[in-house]
């Protein structure tokens, strides 16, 4: 079956620095990567995604990079804030079928 | 636009009980999912329906149980229910293509907080 590891499951960050979070994959035919903020007594909410034909993809404050030789994703936030402290998950999806990773905890320090 | 729906938000059962978990997907999505989420397991994937039928079923026992309706309404249901079935259910649903391949994004709900004593 499909694995999603994530290489920490806590990262704490002072304010207004950037913060990555890094997650592997384990199926090199995944054509389709999400990650998602889940904040407590939330559903999972989406940041951003990111297709297999492209390696970064950039939104507001958040970066994505894939690089699928090594079968790594990561998640780059800009200028951290409080409201960003939440769990964050990546997702992979092979056949209409998504795989999530166990969550990475992230804490802002004020 | 509404968002995906569940119900309830908490419910309490005890051991040997079933449950029966509700969501309403966004309008237009016909793709349903369920999750199951525990502290340290992350998103377990319990089924995913689209057009009233179970397309994927992830590794769970018979006692999970879910089906969809011809308003691309879902329920889930829990038999004989066990302390290990504590968990926050996740409905999320997304929209197909023609063909039925996902565009991607799952929008989810809230979730139901089961707890079993």
């Known amino acids: 079956g499909e694995s999603v590891g994530l290489h920490l499951p806590t990262l704490s960050v002072q304010e207004g620095d950037n913060s990555i979070i890094n997650c592997a994959y384990s199926n090199s035919a995944s054509d389709y990567f999400i990650w998602y903020k889940q904040e407590s007594g939330k559903g999972p909410q989406f940041i951003i995604d990111i297709r297999s034909n492209m390696d970064k993809r950039q939104g507001q404050r958040v970066t994505v990079l894939l690089n699928k030789t090594v079968k790594h994703l990561s998640l780059q936030i800009a200028a951290t804030q409080p409201g960003d402290s939440a769990v964050y998950f990546c997702?992979?999806?092979?056949?209409?079928?998504?795989?999530f990773g166990t969550g990475t905890s992230l804490t802002v320090i004020p | 636009k509404a968002g995906v729906t569940q119900t309830p938000r908490y419910l309490i059962k005890t051991r040997g009980q079933q449950v029966t978990l509700s969501c309403s997907p966004i309008?237009?999505?016909?793709?349903v999912s369920w999750y199951q989420q525990t502290p340290g397991q992350g998103l377990q994937f319990l089924f995913e329906?689209?057009?009233?039928?179970?397309?994927n079923k992830g590794n769970f026992p018979g006692r999970f149980s879910g089906r969809q309706f011809s308003n691309s309404r879902s329920e889930m249901n829990v038999s004989t229910l066990e302390l290990g079935d504590s968990a926050l259910y996740l409905c999320a649903s997304s929209l197909q293509l023609a063909g039925g391949r996902n565009t991607g994004e799952l929008f989810f709900g809230e979730g139901s907080r089961l707890t079993v004593l």
């Open positions: 329906y689209f057009s009233e039928t179970q397309r």
């Open positions: 997702a992979e999806n092979t056949g209409n079928q998504f795989y």
């Open positions: 309008s237009g999505h016909r793709s």
